[in-house]
């Protein structure tokens, strides 16, 4: 049926309108407490789905990846879809509109999109006060929520540092864990940040100012994570994991949207990154050891791609761009093969 619906109306909006309409149907859908009540009990995730990591029980392994819910504004309906967890953001420390439309394009015959957004968000202190909001209320605390952060566009890269500690000062006591997004092809200068040298003060400044709010806050230490590009080179990913490993983070992202292709400006998500994906997965775990948190992303369709990420060494997996090609059932579906 969905698929139907997609063929017949979804491909002929605009791929980002689309987008807005859907989310909000969802958000709309979580606020009748009837409706969410019969779509929560037909969704539900099996307790076998469970996972502990990060210092918290996550209802499943799989996720919905940062990028879908850039300004929080949709935890309950995406929890109520089935979705383990939800990464929100990319989140910058001021409010910024992104690149000029069109930004995102449908690649139907590869299941695929492209996009070249440009962090569109309502900047970190709007941010904040939206997950205050959910956190004050019992299903808010419930959720499994992570904040992912970037660099606002007009700053600086030699300023990134403190970006960042901006963002992570202001959202780290409401988050379960932060991302610190250092791989996306559209903010330009970003992915220089990957190179150790310039990583390295990012994440300190970040792992410090996450650690004043919560401390501040009463709360306890909040993970961090690290996202990365899948266009790294192999040695580059090396190079990542031994940081991580020296500055005692939480975990790895892999992998951010590839720029390998020759199609125009901007990322490529969905299937055509699932087996470089899975390269990075295994070549973190090998590098990382068996303690520190790896999430893979990228090109999940299905069931057994979310367990080839499993099998390859993640800890964690999420999605996006299937949801789009899948429809609402779709996180259901994969958190219920896992359990299985």
Do not use: C
């Not at 069109?102 to 939206?130: C, H, I, K, Q, Y």
């Not at 590839?258 to 299937?271: E, F, K, N, Q």
């Not at 990154?273 to 050891?289: I, K, P, W």
């Amino acid at each position: 049926m969905y698929d139907l619906l997609f063929r017949l109306v979804f491909v002929r909006l605009d791929p980002e309108d689309a987008h807005h309409r859907a989310f909000a149907l969802i958000r709309l859908a979580a606020r009748v407490p009837v409706l969410r009540g019969v779509i929560r009990r037909v969704l539900a995730i099996p307790a076998a789905g469970r996972v502990h990591a990060l210092g918290r029980t996550f209802p499943s392994a799989f996720g919905v990846a940062a990028g879908f819910d850039k300004d929080a504004v949709g935890v309950p309906g995406l929890t109520m879809l089935g979705f383990g967890f939800v990464e929100v953001g990319t989140v910058t420390a001021h409010p910024q509109p992104g690149n000029e439309q069109p930004r995102l394009w449908r690649m139907v015959e590869d299941r695929a999109l492209r996009n070249r957004m440009g962090f569109n968000n309502r900047g970190s202190v709007e941010v904040a006060r939206t997950l205050a909001r959910l956190r004050s209320t019992p299903a808010g605390r419930s959720a499994v929520v992570g904040v992912n952060i970037g660099k606002t566009k007009v700053t600086p890269v030699e300023q990134a540092a403190d970006d960042y500690a901006t963002s992570a000062e202001r959202l780290a006591p409401f988050a379960d864990y932060l991302v610190v997004n250092v791989s996306s092809p559209n903010t330009p200068g970003l992915r220089d940040l990957q190179s150790v040298e310039s990583l390295r003060p990012v994440l300190q400044a970040t792992r410090a100012a996450a650690d004043r709010a919560t401390v501040a806050a009463g709360r306890a230490r909040v993970p961090l994570l690290v996202k990365i590009a899948p266009d790294l080179a192999d040695a580059d990913v090396d190079a990542v994991a031994d940081l991580a490993l020296e500055l005692g983070l939480d975990g790895v992202v892999a992998v951010n949207t590839t720029i390998a292709h020759d199609l125009g400006p901007g990322g490529v998500s969905g299937p055509p990154l699932l087996e470089r994906g899975l390269a990075v997965v295994r070549r973190l775990r090998d590098r990382l050891g068996p303690d520190p948190v790896i999430i893979g992303v990228g090109g999940i369709t299905t069931g057994a791609d979310a367990r080839a990420y499993l099998d390859a060494g993640a800890t964690l997996v999420q999605g996006y761009t299937g949801f789009i090609y899948q429809g609402p059932f779709w996180a259901s579906r994969i958190a219920k093969e896992l359990a299985a």
